[in-house]
């Protein structure tokens, strides 16, 4: 739907309508997962909200029929695979004939690689990640006492692998 509905034929009225209109950059929050703990913690330091939201939840950037709605996107730290969980307290009556945004179509529709709504199976993608190695030479390696280890890696664009990218 991409904003808010109309009020035609009255089935919702404005009062109630707004209620159940959230600004996409307030309930959308990504994070970074790197153990299943992760996925249960709330470290702000792994944690940022979308700057603009309009790609997928249109110019208004809201989401139409949910209160209290919550959407965590996490990325596993290697290779960024995705696990999108939706959350809310209420949503639009059925009795209504105003259907809710499909938060997880539109955000698959920007979302090429996909992603899992399963936690089981994103539980699978974190203990794949500990492996993780990008494509390249390691050409450095960082740390210090406050951050985890940085690898810099070099890549070639050059030759038949990245012909297929």
């Given at each position: 739907m991409n904003g808010l509905p109309s009020l035609s034929g009255g089935t919702?009225?404005?009062g109630?309508?707004?209620k159940f209109v959230c600004?996409?950059?307030?309930?959308?929050t990504f994070r970074l997962a790197?153990?299943?703990?992760?996925?249960?913690?709330?470290d702000e330091t792994r944690t940022f909200k979308p700057e603009f939201t309009h790609q997928v939840f249109g110019d208004n950037e809201v989401i139409f029929g949910y209160k209290g709605l919550k959407v965590d996107i996490f990325f596993t730290?290697?290779?960024?695979?995705?696990?999108?969980r939706v959350n809310y307290t209420d949503r639009v009556p059925s009795s209504v004939n105003v259907e809710p945004d499909n938060i997880l179509k539109l955000l698959m529709d920007q979302t090429p690689s996909g992603f899992t709504t399963n936690e089981s199976d994103f539980v699978l993608d974190i203990e794949k990640d500990r492996s993780f190695r990008p494509a390249g030479t390691l050409i450095?390696?960082?740390?210090?006492?406050?951050?985890?280890?940085?690898a810099l890696f070099s890549r070639s664009f050059k030759g038949r692998l990245a012909l297929k990218w």
């Open positions: 919702l009225e404005r109630n309508r707004e600004e996409a950059a307030e309930v959308i790197e153990s299943v703990e992760d996925l249960h913690r709330n730290v290697g290779s960024l695979k995705q696990f999108v450095a390696c960082y740390q210090n006492v406050y951050s985890p280890s940085i």
